[in-house]
């Protein structure tokens, strides 16, 4: 039998919203499983969410620079949301951005090594601003895109850098619509742009999970299957873009958004800063009070 430890309720009633207890007796029903757990506590009708965002765990920025028919998307780790702030930061990113664009390396790790013009690589250029600014900073991810004259790029930047999307609209070179659809995704935080890039395996996944729910609240089989097909079509809502209705008109999907600009949406990327990332769960007040005795 799995030990349940305080830290994985924390993270489960994160998750889901759900109580503390009943998130107690989800991972303890499926052995600590923290994805068993969530399925758990929602066919029980239990959780609030099918999965609240991840906590953001680390601090930096997103950037977005576009150039004609290239674009790059990247994010810039630091420690503090203060240094995200600094201008010798921010310059920093700037320069990546340019680097990367202008010199599209395959990786992280090839990004890395790959010499300026200053005859240093990336890294020595990140160790010389870490050296000034005095703090732990790393490229994390980066892509680059490629489109044509008759397309359009959507870049977004939300908050500063703390979200940055961009999308491809082809066939359109709207570039205000591709943006605003950008602008939709950053608020709206979609998986997919339509159903038919969602695996049969995932769909099969939240059939099950439906199911259970409904006869959970007790109705008759018979209306069950027509019910979680109802279900399923809001799970594409909450997970396809195109499904969703679109932030700047509700009463339009933002499929016929794109539509009506006469391109197709072929493309998004999302960056949010320190997504996925484990954040130290340190007790700051107890590492002051440890400081202070030690002194």
Do not use: W
Not at 277 to 293: C, G, L, P, Y
Request: proline share 1%; net charge negative.
């Amino acid at each position: 039998m799995a030990t349940i430890t305080a830290q994985m309720v924390k993270e489960l009633r994160e998750k889901t919203g759900a109580g503390m207890m009943d998130c107690k007796k989800a991972l303890s029903e499926v052995n600590g499983d923290m994805e068993a757990a969530i399925d758990f506590l929602r066919e029980k009708g239990l959780s609030s969410a099918a999965k609240k965002a991840d906590r953001i765990a680390a601090e930096g920025v997103a950037n977005i620079l576009v150039q004609g028919n290239e674009a790059v998307i990247l994010e810039v780790n630091a420690e503090t949301d203060f240094v995200a702030k600094n201008e010798g930061f921010q310059q920093l990113v700037k320069e990546l951005s340019e680097f990367l664009l202008a010199t599209k390396p395959a990786t992280v790790e090839e990004a890395n090594e790959a010499k300026m013009d200053s005859g240093l690589t990336v890294s020595q250029h990140i160790s010389n601003a870490v050296a000034k600014i005095g703090e732990k900073i790393t490229l994390r991810r980066f892509e680059i895109r490629t489109k044509t004259d008759a397309d359009a790029f959507g870049p977004y930047l939300h908050m500063g850098g703390r979200i940055a999307v961009l999308t491809v609209l082809e066939g359109s070179t709207d570039s205000d619509a591709a943006k605003d659809v950008a602008m939709h995704i950053a608020a709206m935080n979609p998986k997919y742009i339509s159903r038919d890039q969602v695996s049969e395996e995932e769909v099969e996944h939240e059939r099950k999970v439906l199911t259970e729910q409904a006869l959970n609240e007790g109705k008759p089989e018979n209306i069950v299957a027509k019910m979680v097909e109802g279900r399923l079509g809001k799970y594409f809502e909450e997970i396809c873009v195109l499904d969703q209705a679109f932030v700047k008109n509700s009463d339009q999907k933002v499929r016929d958004f794109v539509k009506s600009t006469g391109g197709t949406l072929v493309e998004f990327i999302r960056y949010e800063v320190g997504e996925g990332i484990e954040k130290r769960e340190d007790n700051f007040a107890d590492e002051v009070m440890s400081q202070v005795k030690g002194n």
